[in-house]
């Protein structure tokens, strides 16, 4: 059973958004892990000490709420509208301000809400995790995208529209 285009394309959208949540979670786990009191978390019991921790039903409410909230910070920076035809500093550019909106609301909320994990450096730390995180991952899903392209695999047909010179090198620069 062949799924039609549009349902297709909407698939793929609702998996980008989950992947980019999970790259956001992972990036939240992965800092909290090298900002812990355990200096040992580079050994095999360093990592099960990490996760032997105790979590208050607060904190696990916002942590989840908080990689939530990230959904609609990635929407409004415009990340899940078609990307093929922009430039990758463009997508790089959307991607450092949505974690610039998503990052900054946690500087003053370590300390409204007494949040340990995300002391001095922390929050800096996250930024750039969650910022090289989201990079790295648009990057590889562009490179399997162009490849499933140029096997035929599209969801959307483009129409070029001008003359036969225009058209020509629209194409040429389109095909780099």
Request: hydrophobic share 40%; net charge positive.
């Given at each position: 059973m062949t799924l039609p285009a549009y349902q297709r394309r909407r698939f793929l959208l609702t998996a980008l958004q989950f992947i980019d949540l999970a790259v956001v979670a992972v990036s939240l786990v992965f800092t909290m892990v090298l900002v812990s009191d355990e200096t040992t978390v580079t050994t095999v019991n360093g990592w099960l000490s990490f996760l032997e921790i105790r979590l208050s039903l607060?904190?696990?409410?916002?942590?989840?709420s908080y990689v939530l909230a990230w959904n609609p910070?990635?929407?409004?920076?415009?990340?899940?509208?078609?990307q093929r035809?922009?430039?990758a500093t463009r997508e790089i550019g959307s991607i450092a301000l949505a974690v610039a909106i998503g990052v900054l609301p946690l500087l003053p909320l370590r300390r409204l809400l007494d949040l340990d994990g995300l002391r001095h450096g922390a929050v800096e730390l996250f930024a750039v995790t969650v910022f090289l995180g989201l990079v790295v991952e648009r990057r590889v899903l562009r490179l399997i995208a162009q490849q499933l392209r140029a096997?035929?695999?599209?969801?959307?047909q483009i129409l070029f529209v001008g003359?036969?010179?225009?058209?020509?090198w629209l194409n040429a620069?389109?095909?780099r």
């Open positions: 607060g904190n696990v409410l916002f942590g989840l910070i990635l929407r409004l920076n415009r990340l899940y509208y078609s035809l922009a430039t096997r035929g695999r599209n969801l959307r003359d036969e010179r225009e058209r020509d620069l389109l095909a």
